[in-house]
């Protein structure tokens, strides 16, 4: 009987570390495709309705126009005419107050995305929050500040890598991880459970 139990724990076990992670990437998947598809669907839906006068949802209608719509801003983006159109876009988005700071911090991200470049230069250990304790940062800049080199370190808070504190350190304070940037951010995501 208790070996009995002890397969059925180790089954289970080894069944849980299989089917948790595909079930979160199946949640995470079918909540980003409802919401792209909710975007436009419900407006198409409404189109839809107006024009047969009958209430009808074609689920993924809305995904499959979003994507019909960015091919075509790509056709756009990619020619001379639709070049210069986007180019007055984005200096028109660029000027309006409070749309200006969305649209050019979205820009850059995808900007990075796109190069496929990290904004972090290097992953280091700096001394932080207390001295004699590590904490893995990313090199995001260097400044002169009074005379003085200074490295700026972010240092993200796990396993949310997109909040931290970004803090200025002299650059003996600033000691190298021996991790690449790749290495480091699956050290963070996974709160340092994916040591390299």
Same mark, same amino acid.
Do not use: C
């Given at each position: ?65 979003? +994507?019909? +719509? ?30 200006? %700071? ?74 190298? %991880? ?19």
């Amino acid at each position: 009987m208790e070996s009995f139990v002890k397969h059925l724990k180790e089954k289970f076990g080894a069944g849980l570390f299989i089917v948790i992670p595909l079930g979160i990437t199946l949640f995470i998947l079918k909540f980003l495709f409802s919401f792209a598809d909710g975007i436009l669907g419900t407006y198409l839906d409404g189109m839809i309705t107006a024009i047969t006068h009958r209430e009808s949802h074609f689920y993924g209608l809305g995904m499959i126009t979003g +994507i019909i +719509i960015v091919y075509i801003v790509g056709l756009l983006a990619t020619n001379v005419m639709g070049h210069h159109l986007i180019r007055w876009g984005d200096d028109l988005l660029s000027r309006i107050p409070l749309v200006k %700071s969305i649209y050019v911090s979205s820009k850059q991200l995808t900007s990075v995305l796109k190069d496929g470049k990290s904004t972090y230069r290097r992953a280091v250990f700096v001394e932080w929050p207390r001295q004699g304790v590590l904490a893995v940062g990313f090199v995001t800049a260097e400044v002169v500040r009074q005379g003085k080199r200074l490295v700026v370190v972010y240092v993200p808070t796990m396993p949310n890598p997109t909040s931290g504190f970004a803090l200025f350190f002299h650059e003996d304070e600033v000691l190298d %991880s021996g991790m690449t940037v790749e290495e480091a951010v699956k050290f963070v995501v996974s709160g340092g459970m994916v040591v390299v």
